[in-house]
Structures are given as C-alpha cells and as structure tokens.
C-alpha cells in the first residue's frame, strides 16, 4: 500500500484536542477523507471517518482491517502532520 497525498486541513480551535482534519489518497485510486488527529497526553493520534449510530455511539465508515496497517497509516499520517505545523510556524 502506497500513500500518495496526504492533505491536511488545520483545526483553528485551540481549545479541543481535535488538531486537524486529513484526507489521504491510496495507490493512486482511493481516497479517504475525515481522518482526524486528535492530540492525547501521551502525543498525537488519528481516528478513522466515523459516523453517530441511533444508539448515540459512533462507527468508524472505514478502517484499516488489522493493527499493522492502522500503525503504517497513523506514522506516515502524524509524520506529516509534524512537517505541517513545521512549515506553518
């Protein structure tokens, strides 16, 4: 799996711990928008396109099917993310 663009959408409000909104595209045919990095006591890290069931919990739309592609996407993901904040200092 090759990620081919990462585009990320700064979150202006400071206050929460939601940082950024992201869409990555997949080998060139795939593109997944609404993958949120969130900052955590520990660092930053991503939560997949979710959306609200009508039991009021949410359910990721897309996910990554095990641990080690999760952990690929969320490194090159928040790798990314540090040459943006970076770049807009």
């Known amino acids: 799996m090759k990620i081919d663009d990462i585009r990320i959408r700064e979150v202006r409000n ?3 711990k939601l940082k950024a909104v992201v ?3 997949i080998d060139d045919c795939f593109v997944v ?3 949120k990095i969130f900052e955590r006591d520990d660092g930053y ?4 396109p ?3 069931t009508t ?3 949410y359910k990721d739309i897309a996910h990554p099917l095990n641990s080690e592609t999760r952990e ?3 490194s090159v ?3 990314r993310y540090r040459e943006f904040l970076k770049e807009t200092d």
């Open 33 to 35: 928008h609404d993958i």
């Open 50 to 52: 979710s959306r609200k």
């Open 45 to 48: 890290a991503i939560a997949m």
């Open 23 to 25: 869409s990555i595209t």
């Open 55 to 57: 039991d009021g919990k």
């Open 14 to 16: 400071t206050d929460g």
């Open 77 to 79: 993901i928040l790798t």
């Open 72 to 74: 690929l996407l969320q």
